[in-house]
């Protein structure tokens, strides 16, 4: 970088570009440190991607604004990327094949452009983190914003620099398996989530060391795909589109998020990713976007699939002019094949292309890319295995969990009481069922079960016996089968199966304690794991019964990416823990929250329905018609959930007190301070979430019976008080409504209940006036 600074002062860009092109390598062969990487001006990067615009050739721009999948090493690609046919490539894991596929575009292709290397890091990159759902279920930003910034860290260190999240998809259908990649179904929660998985991610500014590039994805309306079907449409009205789908996305805007994926779906008719309006009008114009936007995978070809484009050349210039600046492909892409020709036909400007390549070359500037192709190989491996990582996933782990139901405080286990365990269940000993989806960097050696946990932690006078009792499968297979790594367990005959269920069942008979560890295997959840009920798959309910039905204490726990129809157990199991996918040190926090070592403290980031016929269910619809036979809607079953969004119980209880608003009435742009009393009425420590429900009571719009307007997760000692405060602002009372067709903040009157779940009781009102 210094070089490029004295150069630009000096001589043209162009002498510049090919003495520092000559210093890249020559530094890149002594794997230098990062070091310090302060911020670059905007005009300073501007100038030097204008710089470098000018010199390429058409067809190098055109292959900047292509990304392909790549697995393994590379070799197969490396006489495109010398060619300058690519400006990225996803999927490469192991650094020392990085770096050889870097050296083939800096040292091989004419203008020395280094690629920027992609890959899905969700929820850790060697270190697995719980699942995003569950990481919101911590309802703590700060802890988010650490586990991705730890991600971020350990993903540049092996030569990523960009991943493709956070997913800020609001999700309110739980058939839809992609619920786990995100917040829940909640704009506020979402946003707040947002917003720290992208400093986690980018740090400080984009292109501070030890970061990556975030992409806020899939822009917009994926969650709410018809029927819960991956990739299928939305339909999403305009309402719902400003307030419930695009907040998240806004938050990530404004925390600076680098890149943003166009979704795979059709958006009210119209394909995300040859949407103009969407790209282009909201997007740039309204959210003020201003890095650059990847289609979702293969998403440009698909615009044919969706009988939208004509051919593929038509698919190209629609993303193109839509506003997509590259492409996710698979081989050769659409944009890589066709606009050379388009160009030359006078279909696209040289302009177009230029401004569609200029944020990607912006991007490249600001990570350093020019002045540091390369990782240190030896620092990769340190970092990799860094042991406080580890820590932090479990503590994540930890605080992530939610404690649905806990009879008779079963929970924690007094060590002295059971002596002889039995640990059940399909997922008590599988390592890849306590990672959950989207892990490819991963060593599955270094991940805890439960099973594995309780022999290592428990002491010498406690006996676990573990039986499996069932196997779980899809129907149809999954495509990550054939990605995911993992030990993969042969299909059991049926006469096997009969066994292994009636051994579980006897394990449970003489033992003094059942721990049933069950739920959804690793690819029964996320992308393309869709499902049209939610009960427990397999014969893990038939399981769970006949072991209750042994009289022995039970305890479910539950690993699973959504919420699953456990109607039953609610009723008749003592205690549920939902763990989610826990991560690298999971099963070691899940024994921590059985054994008292670490208390649950998590809340629910959705509503939980009692089945599958009450989806979609969530708190936050509007009040219509006959409000008192709300929770009656349906004839045969109440119409409330199983438990409400916000809700999670802990081993200490907490009461809210002394609800104060700081004026009864303000002005239409005024903000009131609102402050309440949360106390640990127990003899134990715990987290409770305090949180703040908003309601307007008539205006433009009919607005829903509450929305979560605040929330803050306080840490009390036993009977420990404290007072939280917060802050509702005039943004907080503004929506869009489609009355106007604008965004509006009436005046009316308003409700706040502020409690521990979104059934929240203590209340107060204020007026607006105008
Ligand atoms: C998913 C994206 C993901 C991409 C690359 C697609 O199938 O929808 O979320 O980032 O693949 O792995």
């Not at 310090?36 to 000018?54: H, K, T, W």
């Not at 820590?391 to 782990?397: D, N, T, V």
């Not at 029964?524 to 039905?549: F, I, N």
């Not at 219509?624 to 200490?652: I, M, V």
Request: with cysteine; aromatic share 8%; charged share 20%.
């Amino acid at each position: 970088m210094k070089c490029f600074r004295y150069f630009s002062r000096i001589f043209s860009w162009a002498l510049a570009v090919s003495v520092c092109a000559l210093a890249v390598s020559m530094e890149a062969q002594n794997h230098p440190a990062l070091g310090e990487r302060p911020q670059l001006g905007d005009s300073v990067v501007l100038q030097r991607a204008n710089s470098l615009l000018r010199q390429m050739t058409s067809d190098e721009k055109i292959g900047q604004m292509s990304q392909i999948f790549v697995f393994g090493s590379g070799l197969s690609v490396e006489e495109r990327v010398r060619a300058g046919q690519l400006g990225s490539v996803l999927f490469m894991t192991e650094p020392a094949q990085i770096n050889r596929l870097q050296h083939a575009a800096v040292d091989g292709s004419r203008l020395h452009i280094p690629l920027l290397f992609g890959l899905d890091v969700i929820h850790g990159f060697r270190t697995v983190f719980p699942v995003p759902i569950g990481m919101a279920a911590s309802w703590d930003p700060s802890l988010v914003e650490k586990a991705q910034s730890i991600a971020a860290e350990e993903a540049r260190s092996a030569g990523v620099h960009w991943t493709f999240a956070p997913m800020l998809d609001i999700a309110r259908d739980p058939r839809w398996g992609r619920i786990i990649e995100g917040a829940g179904e909640d704009p506020y929660l979402g946003s707040a989530m947002a917003a720290a998985q992208v400093r986690g991610f980018q740090g400080p500014y984009l292109g501070a060391p030890g970061h990556i590039i975030a992409c806020a994805k899939h822009f917009a309306g994926y969650g709410a795909a018809e029927g819960g079907r991956d990739y299928d449409g939305s339909d999403i009205s305009d309402d719902q589109l400003w307030n419930v789908y695009l907040p998240p996305f806004k938050s990530a805007i404004d925390a600076g998020v680098g890149t943003v994926m166009s979704a795979y779906m059709d958006l009210n008719g119209v394909p995300a990713t040859g949407n103009k309006w969407l790209l282009r009008d909201v997007l740039r114009d309204q959210l003020h976007f201003k890095g650059f936007v990847v289609s979702d995978a293969m998403a440009v070809n698909s615009l044919t699939t969706h009988g939208f484009a004509k051919d593929q050349q038509d698919a190209a210039l629609r993303a193109l002019r839509a506003g997509v600046n590259m492409e996710m492909g698979l081989g050769k892409t659409a944009y890589g094949t066709t606009l050379a020709e388009s160009l030359k036909a006078g279909k696209i400007s040289i302009k177009q292309i230029n401004d569609a390549v200029r944020p990607i070359l912006e991007a490249k500037i600001r990570l350093g890319l020019f002045e540091h192709p390369y990782v240190d190989e030896a620092v990769a491996k340190t970092t990799l295995n860094d042991p406080n990582h580890r820590i932090e996933a479990m503590h994540s782990a930890e605080q992530s969990a939610v404690l649905l139901r806990n009879q008779d405080g079963l929970l924690p286990l007094q060590a002295s009481r059971y002596k002889s365990i039995a640990v059940l269940g399909p997922l008590a000993n599988s390592q890849a069922d306590t990672n959950g989806s989207w892990v490819f960097a991963n060593d599955f050696n270094e991940t805890a079960t439960v099973l594995d946990a309780l022999q290592r932690q428990a002491g010498t006078d406690t006996h676990f016996e573990f039986a499996q009792g069932v196997q779980i499968a899809r129907k149809f297979p999954s495509p990550f089968d054939s990605i995911l790594k993992g030990k993969k367990q042969a299909p059991w005959s049926e006469s096997q199966a009969a066994e292994e269920f009636a051994k579980a069942v006897q394990t449970a008979q003489h033992s003094d304690l059942v721990l049933m560890i069950m739920g959804e295997a690793q690819v029964m959840s996320g992308e393309s794991a869709s499902r049209s009920s939610l009960e427990l798959p397999g014969k893990q309910q038939q399981l769970l019964e006949a072991v209750v039905a042994t009289g022995k204490p039970v305890v479910l726990v539950l690993l699973n990416g959504r919420p699953l129809d456990i109607s039953w157990a609610a009723e008749h199991v003592p205690s549920i823990l939902e763990a989610w996918y826990p991560g690298t040190r999971g099963g070691d926090a899940i024994v921590n929250l059985l054994y008292g070592k670490a208390t649950p403290g998590g809340k629910l980031p959705f509503t939980w329905p009692r089945n599958v016929g009450q989806v979609p269910i969530f708190y936050a619809h509007n009040t219509t018609h006959a409000p008192e036979a709300q929770d009656k809607r349906y004839w045969n079953e109440a119409s409330t959930p199983l438990y409400p969004f916000g809700f999670g119980l802990s081993y200490a209880a907490f009461s809210f007190s002394n609800l104060h608003l700081s004026k009864p009435e303000v002005k239409s742009d005024e903000s009131l301070d609102v402050s309440v009393d949360v106390e640990n009425t127990s003899d134990v420590p715990g987290d409770e979430v305090v949180q703040l429900y908003l309601h307007q009571q008539y205006g433009s719009s009919s607005r829903p019976v509450r929305e979560l307007k605040g929330f803050k997760r306080v840490s009390l000692s036993a009977h420990e008080k404290q007072t939280a405060h917060f802050t509702l602002s005039k943004s907080d009372r503004t929506y869009w409504t489609s009355a106007t067709r604008s965004w509006v903040t009436d005046a009316s009157k308003f409700d706040v209940w502020v409690g521990g779940d979104s059934t929240a009781k203590l209340h107060e009102t204020f007026s607006v006036r105008p």
